[in-house]
T-cell receptor, first 114, second 117 residues
Framework: AQSVTQLGSHVSVSEGALVLLRCNYS??????LFWYVQYPNQGLQLLLK??????LVKGINGFEAEFKKSETSFHLTKPSAHMSDAAEYFC????????????FGAGTRLFVKA | EPEVTQTPSHQVTQMGQEVILRCVPI?????FYWYRQILGQKVEFLVS????????KSEIFDDQFSVERPDGSNFTLKIRSTKLEDSAMYFC???????????????FGPGTRLTVL
């Protein structure tokens, strides 16, 4: 069965600093991986997805993620944090066992300091 | 841009009462899902629905839960007799894929916050 683990429930960065949110996956087959963002009191918005094409995936709002099979990782990065990036970020994997539901990680809350 | 809508945005109910949460998926989508997020916790899968029947359900989705697509546009989640622990944000999602492909983007609605007193 597929699963994802997010390292760090809270990450705090200064405005302009690098954002790095960590995600490791577990899957017996090539996974399909996603990052979602949730702003306060809002729904889930897809940032980017990996579907076995290029290992470096670019998403919206300047975010990107790199799929590393050797490390079973799919970390999310952004070169320069903006105050508006403060939100909850969820790494997720598509369950290939049937129904193709999304399995979410526990989430990482990103704080951006002025 | 098409979007998934959910109503109501917030529902307050008494324990033991029935609630129906409503969703309007994107019009040409074929797969529909409900997820739940208890405050401060991760998003959990409840059920997926395709071709007018449940494709998969989690262990959370017990006999008090049911889903229905009563017409061509709405997708509902009914909780028959609410419990305090049902208090959560409920998200509806839909996917276009004709084969329910794992790579298809799931579009999520804004959620309904259910509070059970």
């Amino acid at each position: 069965a597929q699963s994802v683990t997010q390292l760090g429930s809270h990450v705090s960065v200064s405005e302009g600093a690098l954002v790095l949110l960590r995600c490791n996956y577990s899957s017996s087959v090539p996974p399909y991986l996603f990052w979602y963002v949730q702003y306060p009191n809002q729904g889930l918005q897809l940032l980017l997805k990996y579907t076995s094409a290029a290992t470096l995936v670019k998403g919206i709002n300047g975010f990107e993620a790199e799929f590393k099979k050797s490390e079973t990782s799919f970390h999310l990065t952004k070169p320069s944090a903006h105050m508006s990036d403060a939100a909850e970020y969820f790494c997720a994997v598509s369950d290939l066992g049937g129904g193709f539901k999304t399995i979410f990680g526990a989430g990482t809350r990103l704080f951006v300091k002025a | 841009e098409p979007e998934v809508t959910q109503t109501p945005s917030h529902q307050v109910t008494q324990m033991g009462q029935e609630v129906i949460l409503r969703c309007v998926p994107i019009s040409n989508h074929l797969y529909f899902y409900w997820y739940r997020q208890i405050l401060g916790q991760k998003v959990e899968f409840l059920v997926s629905f395709y071709n007018n029947e449940i494709s998969e359900k989690s262990e959370i989705f017990d006999d008090q839960f049911s889903v229905e697509r009563p017409d061509g546009s709405n997708f509902t989640l009914k909780i028959r007799s609410t419990k305090l622990e049902d208090s959560a944000m409920y998200f509806c999602a839909s996917t276009e894929g004709g084969t329910g492909g794992a790579t298809d983007t799931q579009y999520f609605g804004p959620g309904t916050r259910l509070t059970v007193l």
